[in-house]
């Protein structure tokens, strides 16, 4: 089952294009990956996505709605369905690191301070966190730890979908790659579908069930990693050059 399609999307900033009729699709339940050389629009894409950048033309839908034409309700229903983790995936610093998982709950969902309580625990606990984290700031809390409080924030909701961007990007290796088995282990555990961009080559092979590579304003290719080695890209051929 489509979770998103991406159909004929065209980007442009001012008279540059960065999408030249885009086209992919996210099915249910998978990891899948936006790679691409730096500046050819995965972000954007990511963004153009969850309803933050609009696009010249084409569609994407999410769940089932296209999000180009969106009546106001429809859009909140969507963002209750969805979770972010941007790359500088700010937590609000003069907030605790409950506050800041509090915070979507609080802003979308009627519910009581102590139903509220015992659900940030529980996300803490999904993601790694020590319950006695709950009332540190974010400035004193070490990078690893920030990313699994953002990932705990964006799970507030329990949403169907999550989005990440280059969530391993700044952490030490052995952070990274735990980050990579939380992922792996809360796709299976809470059957979330979950797009990545990203272009660290372990997370990669170690999360990625499907990807798309978007090089030269095109997707050059969509599918698993097994078929890499035949797409005619000199970024593919460059950047999996020690896979292949
Ligand atoms: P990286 O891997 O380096 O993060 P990316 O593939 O995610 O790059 P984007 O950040 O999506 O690339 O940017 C794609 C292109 O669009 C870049 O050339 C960028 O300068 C340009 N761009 C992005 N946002 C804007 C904007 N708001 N206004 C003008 N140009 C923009």
């Not at 065209?10 to 099915?27: E, M, P, Q, S, Y």
């Not at 990511?46 to 106001?72: A, D």
């Not at 969507?78 to 605790?96: E, P, Y």
């Not at 280059?166 to 990579?180: H, K, N, V, W």
Request: proline share 3%; with cysteine; aromatic share 8%.
């Amino acid at each position: 089952m489509a979770m998103i399609k991406v159909r004929d999307v065209v980007t442009a900033f001012g008279n540059r294009i960065i999408h030249d009729k885009l086209n992919l699709t996210v099915k249910k339940g998978e990891i899948y990956g936006l790679l691409g050389p730096s500046g050819c629009g995965k972000t954007t894409l990511l963004r153009e996505m969850v309803m933050l950048q609009p696009f010249q033309s084409g569609s994407i839908e999410v769940l089932g709605k296209k999000v180009e034409s969106l009546r106001e309700r429809e859009a909140q229903w969507l963002r209750r369905h969805w979770g972010v983790l941007f790359q500088f995936g700010a937590l609000f610093s003069s907030l605790t690191i409950a506050e800041n998982i509090a915070l979507p709950l609080q802003e979308y969902a009627q519910l009581s301070p102590a139903m509220i309580e015992e659900i940030v625990a529980f996300k803490l606990s999904i993601v790694g966190l020590k319950q006695s984290d709950a009332s540190l700031y974010p400035s004193e809390i070490s990078g690893g730890m920030k990313k699994k409080a953002g990932l705990a924030r964006a799970l507030a909701m329990d949403p169907t979908l999550l989005f990440l961007d280059e969530p391993t990007s700044g952490l030490d290796p052995i952070s990274a790659r735990e980050f990579d088995a939380l992922i792996l282990k809360l796709r299976d555990m809470l059957g979330l579908t979950v797009v990545m961009v990203t272009h660290d080559l372990s997370s990669i092979y170690d999360t990625l069930d499907r990807v798309a590579i978007i090089d030269e304003k095109k997707i050059v290719y969509e599918g698993s990693l097994d078929d890499i080695a035949s797409v005619q890209s000199e970024f593919v051929q460059t950047f999996f050059k020690e896979r292949l």
